[in-house]
């Protein structure tokens, strides 16, 4: 899909464009993936609480800027349907089925993809099975595979904390919650990150995450495990093997991408932040603060696919029509200006961000995520001490996909 043709005739039925609209901006490219905020703060001067976007391959979509308005899309699925069955541009054709939107948005049989008592049904065993799972020991987990990333450079006086240790720490605990081999998880760090990042390989690599994961879900349900692979096919709710392996895949892509995300800019604040460093490694600073504050201001996700508008509606004032996509600004959600109208003013304690999404498809396993990121700072804290900055702190850059506001790199260094 072009401009011209959302000019056309044959523009889509709820395309902002075709309804007299300015030309939406794209959430990819090479503006979106230096200045997002940017973009999303001009949009909201230009269109208020909602604003019309393209996607890749330039699919029309809804952003959903304000605090408010995303949680209302986010607490309302009788009027926002996380079924993507009904999104009109894809049962008109207009979204390919070699899209690189599909693994993000595209209808699977997860929990995330439905409503009502069938999200009731998988979310129950989901919820169940990362219980059980993580209650064998998921602090002892997360000790031992930071140590043991930790080691693989401690005696070197220099690392990137993002590529050393935030991308693979969350991926090496999920290996061990999922019965995974811990190679095969390492192999996998690539493979999640491309299916944010869109783009010609999001669909061979997401293909490559199911393939591993299906051979997974094949060795357990010949040789069961205490993992949470075994706990989902051994489930009352009675999963079947195509609900098990989609399972599989939304607790990896998910837990893996916004962890790692939030593992790196927890760091970046902290090793920004003289007084919050001296504060964590004497004991005076809680991480839990130090966590909310980022998960307040960069959420490891900023950009959360979608929901389908499941009739005609107004929001933000807009109309929305049956079958448009809409995706949720929880970056700019969170910065909204009618309920944080100084971004500077504290927010310890308050736990009311979007970073998490909210509703019924709120995520799940928050507090893996939280233990990971809470262990994995104190251990590194400890085991380096004098770890500082390798680099001034305005070098330190980051790049943007449509769903993600990634830190490119942690230069640090530290005495030997």
Sequence with gaps: MNDQTLDGPDAPRGCPVAHGGTDPARLYGPEAATDPHGIYERLRKEHGSVAPVLLEGDIAAWLVLGYRDNRRVLDNPRQFSRDARIWRDWQDGRVEETSPLIPMLGWRPDCVSQDGEPHRRLRGAVTDGLQAATGRGIRRHVTHFANKQIDAFAATGRADLVADYAEHLPMLVLTRILGLPAAEGRSL???????????????????????????????????????????????????????VVSHLRLVLIAGHTTTSNLLARVLQLVLTDASRLSGLVSGQLNISGVVEEVMWNTPPLAVMPGRFAATDLELGGHHIQEGDLLVLGLAPGNLDPEVRPDPGVSVQGNQSHLAFSAGPHECPGQSIGQSIIEIGVDVLLHRLPGLRLAVPSEELGSTASTWEFRLDSLPVEFPV
């Design 189 to 243: 760090v690539e493979s999640c990150a491309q299916v944010l990042k869109g783009g010609e390989g999001a669909l061979a690599h997401n293909d490559r995450i199911i393939e591993i994961l299906g051979e997974l879900a094949g060795r357990k349900k010949a040789e069961p495990g205490s993992d949470f692979t075994t706990a989902l096919l051994e489930h009352h709710a009675d999963l079947d093997m195509e609900e």
